[in-house]
């Protein structure tokens, strides 16, 4: 179901008030479209016993993307977590390269096929891959961050987690770190309500992770992570304090989870049908759709279109990465240990 938005005669829409031009939000409701096709693409691929592991950030998008949009890609940095297709897509990894790393093909960017699917890295984009731990990333965000502040260079660094990962300690570490030396950091903080299978109040005493900004001494927000242009308008503010030298923000975004938590896990045996279907109504993607449709920025002809070229895409996609070579096995030993010489 759509979220309907009426504005009242006379007034500017939300997206002229954050002086978005039409092509802009047009272009973010498109990167949302791709990496919801993606990700279902996956799984398919999944069940054909073709892509051996799939997590999935269905539901998480339009946070993703309006965080995406705030960055400089190839100057800022981005140190995500498994969930960020629409994030990694939207600072310009292709759709091609996503699935190079499904079917773990030598030229996939993030690791030359050595990693699982969803560890998303892209050089070009100042993607930093990470491994699996949760959490670990926000500790390498730091340092990046800090590195950054010491060499007096203008970036800044974007991390994400779950908020489950918040209960680990190496995120308590980078937020005070962060806090200490006002680094340029941005922690956006994707609670879809579970950890796996453990539920948001089974993690933590508090309603958002927000709360527990004033405890590093940083600024804290919480956001609705289903809306786009309140993301947006949230991060923007978190990247113009971190340039400034302000330090860093801690943005705990509320979405939605709409898949189990990998291809290996079945949410339905630990959330109701009733829960499901209520999720299921608060989609990122038919929410833009129906503001888009309201101001007269897309029509029904044009969503249709814009659909259909996204599935060619990652049909395109899928054939490609499909036919690309596998790695060299001769190279199993790179990156893991130093070559000589270097």
């Known amino acids: 179901m759509s979220e309907e938005v009426k504005a009242p005669a006379g007034t500017r829409m939300a997206h002229e008030e954050l002086g978005l031009d039409p092509d802009a939000v047009l272009t973010m409701y498109r990167r949302m479209v791709l990496a919801r096709a993606l990700d279902r693409r996956m799984w398919v691929l999944n069940r054909q016993g073709r892509a051996p592991f799939v997590i999935s950030g269905q539901g998480h998008e339009a946070a993703q993307v309006a965080a995406a949009a705030v960055l400089r890609p190839g100057v800022d940095w981005a140190v995500p977590y498994y969930r960020d297709l629409a994030l990694c897509l939207a600072l310009g990894m292709t759709a091609r390269e996503f699935m190079l790393s499904v079917f773990a093909r030598a030229e996939d960017p993030t690791s030359g096929g050595r990693q699982m699917p969803s ?23 730091a340092g990046i961050a800090y590195a950054a502040k010491v ?16 209960s680990k300690g190496d995120w308590h570490e980078a937020m005070n770190f962060a806090a200490v030396h006002r680094l340029p950091l941005i922690c956006l903080v994707e609670d879809n ?3 796996i299978s453990v539920p948001h109040r089974l993690q933590m005493g508090v309603d958002s992770a927000a709360e527990r900004a004033s405890g590093y001494g ?8 289903g809306d786009l242009l309140a993301v947006l308008k949230v991060m923007r503010t978190a990247v113009e304090r971190a340039r400034s030298g302000g330090g860093p923000t801690l943005v705990c975004a509320k979405v939605a989870r709409f898949t189990s938590h990998s291809s290996d896990d079945d949410q339905r045996r630990y959330r109701s049908q009733e829960e499901l279907e209520t999720m299921l109504r608060r989609d990122p993607i038919e929410r833009l ?4 449709l309201e101001a007269g920025l897309l029509t029904e002809e044009a969503d249709d279109r814009l659909l259909q070229e996204c599935t060619a895409e990652v049909d395109e996609a899928v054939q490609s990465a499909q036919e690309a ?18």
């Not at 998303?120 to 926000?138: C, E, Y």
């Not at 940083?218 to 992570?225: I, P, R, S």
């Not at 759709?289 to 888009?292: A, D, S």
């Open 193 to 195: 309500d579970y950890a």
């Open 151 to 166: 060499r007096g260079l203008d970036e800044v660094v974007l991390t994400t987690i779950g908020e489950g990962g918040t």
């Open 325 to 342: 070579p596998a790695p060299d096995p001769a190279d199993l030993e790179r990156h893991v240990y130093a070559a000589e010489g270097a």
């Open 119 to 141: 560890h998303f890295g892209l050089a070009r984009a100042r993607i930093v891959t990470t491994s699996s731990p949760v959490a670990t990333q926000v500790v390498h965000a």
């Open 289 to 292: 759709r129906g503001y888009l």
């Open 218 to 225: 940083m600024a804290g927000t919480t956001v609705d992570g």
